[in-house]
T-cell receptor, first 116, second 107 residues
């Protein structure tokens, strides 16, 4: 079974802190994604990566950056946390098909971040 | 850009009732379509998918048909159970998700 793990289930940080969220997958997937999940808004894509050292902005990249130095690991960085970044953060991975990124995504359990 | 519009809930049904959750999409090209489910306290997991027009995805009694002419992918189940209580998300490929529909099934 595909396994996607996230470094923390719950985090509490203070405004202005630099925050690192880590995600690791064990299925050699090319694609990895970071989302935030908020009530009434569903999942919104922050960034995705389709290969090591490659990244593309999603719908809401402002205030976030990412790093993918190894294929299995995709990190989300909040450079200076703000209260409006309090949310549930979900990581996902998927294999890349020859025809494009249309394959099933496998999700981690999520990290619930509270910024005070 | 690509987007998904999903019937918002919450939806409350009695056990054995018929379920429909509407989903329509806007997309360029021919995206794959997905339904994901999030059970209480768990992560999202794939429920079913369809990769081309007129395909029907099915799993655990749930079905959805990829309708290109109406740009829809409605989720249906003929007889829901208490264990189906969850949040359901319609999605396109490329990371486009609907807002989610919370379903509660009462005994």
């Amino acid at each position: 079974d595909v396994k996607v793990t996230q470094s923390s289930r719950y985090l509490v940080k203070r405004t202005g802190e630099k925050v690192f969220l880590e995600c690791v997958q064990d299925m050699d997937h090319e694609n990895m994604f970071w989302y935030r999940q908020d009530p009434g808004l569903g999942l919104r894509l922050i960034y995705f990566s389709y290969d090591v050292k490659m990244k593309e902005k999603g719908d809401i990249p402002e205030g976030y950056s990412v790093s993918r130095e190894k294929k299995e690991r995709f990190s989300l960085i909040l450079e200076s946390a703000s209260t409006n970044q309090t949310s549930m953060y979900l990581c996902a991975s998927s294999p890349r098909l020859a025809g494009g990124p249309g394959e099933t995504q496998y999700f981690g359990p999520g990290t619930r971040l509270l910024v005070l | 850009g690509d987007s998904v519009t999903q019937m918002e809930g919450p939806v409350t049904l009695s056990e054995e009732a018929f379920l429909t959750i509407n989903c329509t999409y806007t997309a360029t090209g021919y995206p794959s379509l997905f339904w994901y489910v999030q059970y209480p306290g768990e992560g999202l997991q794939l429920l079913l998918k369809a990769t081309k027009a007129d395909d029907k995805g099915s799993n655990k009694g749930f079905e959805a048909t990829y309708r290109k002419e109406t740009t829809s992918f409605h989720l249906e189940k003929g007889s829901v159970q208490v264990s189906d209580s969850a949040v359901y998300f319609c999605a396109l490929s490329k990371g486009r998700f609907g807002a989610g529909t919370r379903l509660t099934v009462k005994p």
